[in-house]
């Protein structure tokens, strides 16, 4: 148990409370939607992408273990469908509702939550695996989402403006640039590391306490459903799902560890940010976040 008050105290609950006490300013009004709009925008524009640009470029990409992060991606790929599936046809959510629940049931909060407290709990060696999975969601989720999302909507100009709104996305331009500077060894200019590594810091603590205020407004008829459906996905079906497959397919060191860690994480913030991208309700989506965050503090202490 000393472990478990231990990892809670000194590592989960410090990153906890951000959003927390964002949540309780907004709920008293000394925040609001709009006050927190620059916050959120500076997060997602420029604070996510160079911190996922600097765990890109430092870390060693030789040393990825392909047999967990493949365990974790065909894990988490079919939880997504299967999430979508219900929320549409056992729930009623309508078809891109139902995408992006499924989206939000399994893409973890990596790196504004899952990071910071894998750093405090196992020191920089902690990086390399949430960077493996970041890479995967970022390349092949999201932008698979986002490609699908288009094709229900029915836009024009098909995958050419699915292909320019992707070019445009900043995280996704940090991503590109980042592996094509690991992958052919381009020298970076030290300063070049030191501004991402400066700006990312801002990365978790701005994201948290925007989406805390953001999520004060949600009506609490919202959680309920098939918002608690993706929560309880997210925070206890995915992460004994990976464990069991990992351990089934006799995977051990540090990466097959992490792998049921990251997977615990709460619902990230990126199906909201699409949802609000497309035009698409996001009170239950919204409310799925912040259950999970709620339950995965203390799942997260007890992986620990």
């Known amino acids: 148990m000393t472990g478990f008050f231990d990892a809670l105290t000194t590592a989960i609950l410090p990153v906890f409370f951000v959003p927390v006490v964002a949540y309780v300013l907004g709920w008293r009004g000394v925040f609001d939607r709009a006050s927190v709009e620059g ?135 940090a991503l590109m640039m980042g592996a094509t500077v690991a992958g052919f060894r381009i020298p970076l200019h030290e300063g070049i590391v030191t501004y991402a590594r400066f700006v990312g810091g801002a990365a978790p603590p701005a994201s948290l306490f925007a989406l805390g205020v953001i999520m004060s407004s949600v009506p609490f008829s919202r959680f309920g459903g098939a918002s608690l459906l993706a929560a309880a996905v997210k925070v206890v079906a995915m992460p004994l799902i990976v464990y069991s497959v990992v351990a089934w397919r006799g995977e051990a060191g540090a990466w097959a560890d992490m792998m049921p860690m990251i997977a615990a994480g709460p619902c990230g913030a990126m199906a909201f940010v699409i949802a609000l991208r497309y035009g698409v309700a996001t009170d239950r989506i919204a409310a799925a976040i912040i259950m999970s965050t709620v339950a995965s503090t203390v799942i997260l202490a007890v992986l620990a």
Do not use: Q
Request: net charge neutral; hydrophobic share 55%.
């Open 39 to 173: 916050i959120n925008r500076f997060a997602f524009t420029l604070a996510i992408p160079s911190v996922t640009f600097y765990l890109i470029v430092t870390a060693d990409v030789s040393a990825f273990a392909w047999g967990p992060m493949l365990t974790y991606f065909a894990c988490e790929l079919g939880l997504y469908a299967s999430t979508a599936l219900l929320a549409r046809f056992a729930f009623g959510v309508g078809p891109r509702e139902s995408l992006l629940l499924g989206m939000t049931a399994t893409f973890s909060n990596t790196v504004i939550f899952v990071l910071p407290i894998a750093r405090a709990l196992y020191g920089d060696a902690a990086s390399l695996p949430v960077v493996a999975i970041i890479t995967i969601d970022s390349t092949i989720v999201f932008a698979g989402t986002v490609i699908v999302m288009d094709i229900l909507d029915h836009r024009e100009g098909g995958v050419l403006k699915v292909l320019t709104m992707l070019a445009r996305n900043p995280l996704v331009v």
